[in-house]
């Protein structure tokens, strides 16, 4: 992997992660135009641990609240949502652990990747069709929205399209839909890494440099997707992220048949 090369992999992820649009299977996409050959995933982890750093920076309040209520019995609201994430985390991790060997292997298939972003399409097509809801996260809202995240593991099903579909089905305010998405990816991303610490720690030295320059590449984009996807769900934009999503998903198709 050449320094350009950690770049555009890094603006690809920065930019896909938060948007609705799979940031795992444009990097399949990317790495297979670009010809970069991985026999893993440590690219991927790093530069998902950089979007969870852009996460944590910008939703830096709320999680200091959140963190507070562990010794605040009082800010009751606050605890909830920190039972709720763990729901939401629950499908997951089971689905990560048990088919983890499989969901490698499909990081490696551009085809699929190309397939799987149609389905997002699919999915996001689908929350024009209802009306924006005034509906809180609960217990049994947090699970599905979690069921959605779970599927989104394979490459081309967005995580962020596929938990802020979900929850605006289920009737939950978009913002209140978009902010727990972007805090479900915490525990999603952090709990990734810490399944792939193995490879992270025998990394090839020689590719620290192209790997730190597609981290903070991708940090900074990140931050930009994060705003991006904020401001266009509260102008009910959400469902336009489908069509790009065929598009691309379409060329995919054509260039990996």
Not at 86 to 114: C, H, K, N, Q, W
Not at 161 to 174: E, F, H, K, N, Q
Not at 215 to 227: G, I, K, N, R
């Amino acid at each position: 992997m050449t320094y350009l090369d950690s770049i555009i992999l890094g603006i690809v992820q920065g930019l896909t992660e938060f948007l609705p649009v799979s940031s795992s299977g444009h990097l399949v996409l990317t790495e297979a135009l670009l010809g970069v050959v991985s026999d893993d995933i440590t690219f991927e982890i790093v530069v998902h641990l950089a979007s969870l750093l852009a996460v944590l920076i910008y939703f830096r309040h709320s999680i200091l609240r959140l963190l507070q209520s562990v010794v605040r019995p009082h800010m009751i609201e606050e605890r909830r949502m920190i039972v709720f994430l763990v729901v939401g985390t629950i499908p997951a991790g089971v689905v990560g652990v048990l088919f983890r060997d499989f969901f490698e292997r499909a990081f490696s298939d551009a085809f699929m990747a190309a397939v799987f972003l149609l389905v997002t399409g699919a999915i996001l097509l689908t929350t024009r069709f209802v009306k924006a809801g005034d509906k809180k996260v609960t217990g049994v809202r947090s699970l599905l929205i979690g069921c959605g995240q779970a599927v989104a593991i394979l490459p081309g099903v967005s995580r962020s399209g596929s938990t802020i579909s979900a929850a605006l089905l289920l009737g939950v305010r978009p913002e209140v839909a978009a902010e727990f998405s972007f805090l479900l990816a915490i525990p999603a991303i952090g709990g990734a890494a810490i399944l792939q610490t193995k490879e992270l720690m025998n990394l090839n030295p020689a590719l620290f440099g192209p790997y730190a320059v597609g981290f903070v590449t991708t940090f900074l984009f990140s931050l930009l997707a994060v705003y991006a996807v904020l401001s266009v769900i509260r102008r009910g934009r959400f469902a336009y992220f489908a069509y790009y999503c065929f598009a691309a998903g379409a060329l995919g198709l054509y260039l990996f048949w």
